[in-house]
């Protein structure tokens, strides 16, 4: 059964640092390009952040980028995201999604999802 199962949502202070994970099984991440998603309450879920399979090129949206870094462990077929600097509207379910080909800016190119983690920053 292939899954891809988020893990390390939290509650954390403004200020601070969580990391998330994003483990995949029955199938093998290698050449999976890895995207992070989030969506706050009321608005559209957007990327955040994707590291592609073969070059391992990342890509942050400018709300994250130099806060949060994403990695791979292929070996156990995980991708982390640190996030560090939480701010308020950080707050969103946190996805990630594999797609088979690139990191694609459309959600629907993407082929597997998983059931999201809940990140909250107090202020």
């Known amino acids: 059964q292939v899954r891809l199962v988020e893990s390390g949502g939290g509650l954390v202070q403004a200020g601070g640092s969580l990391s998330l994970s994003c483990a995949a099984s029955?199938?093998?991440?290698?050449?999976?390009?890895i995207g992070w998603f989030r969506q706050a309450p009321g608005k559209e879920r957007e990327k955040i952040s994707c590291i592609s399979g073969s070059s391992g090129r990342t890509y942050y949206a400018d709300s994250v980028a130099g806060r949060f870094t994403i990695s791979r462990d292929n070996a156990k077929n995980t991708v982390y995201l640190q996030m560090n600097g939480l701010r308020p509207e950080d707050t969103a379910v946190y996805y990630c999604a594999a797609d088979s080909l690139s990191c694609e800016d459309i959600e629907y190119e993407y082929d597997y999802w998983g059931q999201g983690t809940q990140v909250t920053v107090s202020s």
């Open positions: 029955g199938f093998t991440l290698d050449y999976y390009a």
